[in-house]
């Protein structure tokens, strides 16, 4: 199967992941024979039938809640939240059951289970169907958070998920959904390793760092910035939790300069604590103020989501100010 975007990867890594285990089930709102709302489990309940991949009432807080005492019994669920600004009903059930069994129990009990959620803007979905909330979870020891950028990333790191005895909160750009790729992905089942980031692009000017949709506005800004005679580094941490510190370490080591990029709110979003990382443990190798591009601290808008959302040339303005300093 040749796969050439992220949500036939998804679709793929799913079907992949069913036939490897018998263990494995899929749950959500419309996942079954909608094939849900972005047709990303499309016709895997025809293959694999209503017991393993079915349909569930509009409850977040009942879908996470049936896929824990699913994964204590020894199943494998990846429930869906349709957006990932569906999720806080859900809230308790992830912070403080899912994320908290192992722990609880003396490692007792793991809880394997694979939240997946399209989550970011770019869709013109209004603030109901835009947001980048993955800080919250960052901040929850015993979840790890991924949110990949291309088809070979998100079909291995999806099925490293599938296979890790932890909960998992998977996070798919939804504005790449259909974004053409040209890389290699190959068939059948293969795992990208939770926790390691990924050079898209080697520099040694200025270090951008993003994850997530966020990767691709980065590779613009630094195509644009080579034309200036900027050389960028590009790190895609595809892994918010674990986070590679020593990849972010020896990439910001490189250049010294550094622009951090997310869609999310610039307040506590994620990119403060790799700021803070690398003050605490590189400063001295910094040449200049280490730099965030992210969204506004206001709800997502609809009409003016071209402008919450960074891109190339917010970024462009950064390394300016970066390579100026």
């Not at 209503?50 to 199943?75: C, K, Q, S, Y």
């Not at 809230?91 to 003396?106: L, M």
């Not at 979870?137 to 291309?150: C, Q, Y």
Request: overall charge negative.
């Amino acid at each position: 199967m040749a796969v050439k975007t992220v949500l036939n990867a998804v679709n793929d890594a799913l079907r992949t992941a069913l036939r490897h285990d018998e263990r494995v089930v899929i749950l959500g709102e419309d996942v079954g024979k909608t094939g849900g709302v972005f047709r990303a489990t499309d016709g895997l309940q025809a293959e694999f039938g209503e017991a393993r991949v079915f349909d569930t009432p509009l409850a977040e807080g009942g879908i996470i809640g049936v896929a824990i005492g699913m994964a204590l019994n020894g199943l494998k669920p990846v429930p869906e939240i349709q957006f990932l600004d569906f999720i806080y009903p859900a809230f308790d059930q992830i912070v403080n059951e899912a994320a908290k069994f192992r722990y609880r129990s003396g490692g007792e009990y793991p809880c394997p289970l694979v939240i997946r959620s399209p989550a970011g803007g770019g869709i013109k979905g209004g603030h109901y169907h835009s947001q980048s909330s993955e800080a919250y979870f960052a901040h929850t020891p015993g979840l790890k958070v991924v949110m990949p950028s291309t088809p070979h990333d998100v079909k291995g790191l999806l099925l490293a998920s599938i296979e890790d005895p932890d909960p998992v909160l998977f996070l798919e750009p939804k504005r790449i959904y259909h974004k053409k790729f040209t890389e290699e992905v190959p068939e059948g089942f293969y795992t990208v390793p939770i926790g390691k980031a990924r050079t898209h692009r080697e520099g040694d000017d200025v270090t951008l760092v993003a994850w997530g949709a966020m990767v691709h506005v980065c590779l613009e800004a630094a195509e644009k910035a080579s034309e200036r005679g900027v050389s960028c580094e590009v790190l895609d941490l595809r892994t918010i939790v674990p986070l590679d510190v020593e990849s972010v370490l020896a990439a910001a080591k490189k250049t010294g300069r550094v622009v951090i990029v997310h869609e999310a709110p610039r307040t506590a979003g994620f990119g403060a604590e790799i700021s803070a990382i690398i003050a605490e443990r590189a400063i001295e190798w910094m040449e200049a103020p280490i730099a965030r591009v992210a969204g506004f601290d206001t709800p997502f808008p609809y009409t003016l989501e071209h402008v919450y959302l960074p891109d190339a040339g917010r970024v462009l303005a950064a390394i300016d100010h970066v390579m100026g300093y």
